[in-house]
């Protein structure tokens, strides 16, 4: 049972416009959300965070939005670059409060951005 | 600060070896999470590792075992390898147990090749 879901394996992107990344979960209880970004032949390297406290939270030219009542999050990256063409994982946590097993980071199956100049 | 490294880089071995890799996190981080990373699965959780004790665990076969030591290096080890173990296996630190607002960071990888 998948609990995190990143739906588009793939998405391309002309160089300058905003990139829309998906991200859905079902467990209810996670309550922390991270994007990483992968390159081939190196390991997922940290992006931008939320905790369910918040709606959204901004860095640079990355923004993630969350909606909760949908159980949904989503990555803005604007404007996109050709450098972040990359693999896009979206994981999620269970924090403190949510009993034993659900420290671990479940990920979804990444969505490959291809941003063409 | 010098990040989290993983050694070896790509590791082949055949079916039924045993094999061990290993991860140092950043100074100072005490948690190490293991994941293996394949194309039709994405990144699953192995086990992680915080003060030297296992504190959570996957759904992964008994083969797959690990341990950390006091200076939070921790040691990976699959045992009667098959095919389907050929995978990149991604190490995690965080200062902070995982899945706390803490930030895991990874390593590069070992890319396992089993023959």
């Known amino acids: 049972d998948q609990q995190v879901k990143q739906n588009s394996p793939s998405l391309s992107v002309q160089e300058g416009r905003i990139s829309i990344l998906n991200c859905d979960y079902t467990n209810s209880m996670f309550d922390y959300f991270l994007w990483y970004k992968k390159y081939p032949a190196e390991g997922p390297t940290f992006l931008i965070s939320?905790?369910?406290?918040?709606d959204k939270n901004e860095d640079g030219r990355f923004t993630v939005f969350l909606n909760k009542s949908a159980k949904h999050l989503s990555l803005h990256i604007v404007p996109s670059q050709p450098g972040d063409s990359a693999v896009y994982f979206c994981a999620a946590s269970g924090g403190s409060n949510s009993g034993a097993g659900s420290y671990q980071l479940t990920f979804g199956k990444g969505t490959k951005l291809s941003v063409i100049p | 600060k010098a990040g989290v490294t993983q050694t070896p880089r790509y590791l082949i071995k055949t079916r039924g070896q045993q094999v061990t890799l290993s991860c140092s996190p950043i100074s100072g981080h005490r948690s190490v999470s293991w994941y293996q990373q394949t194309p039709g699965q994405g990144l699953q959780f192995l086990f992680e590792y915080f003060s030297e004790t296992q504190r959570n665990k996957g759904n992964f076969p008994g083969r797959f075992s690990g341990r950390q030591f006091s200076n939070s290096r921790s040691e990976m080890n699959v045992s009667t390898l098959e095919l389907g173990d050929s995978a990149l296996y991604l190490c995690?630190?965080?200062?902070?147990?995982?899945?706390?607002?803490?930030?895991?960071?990874f390593g590069p990888g070992t890319r396992l090749t089993v023959l």
């Open positions: 995690a630190s965080s200062l902070f147990p995982a899945g706390s607002t803490d930030t895991q960071y």
């Open positions: 939320i905790s369910s406290i918040k």
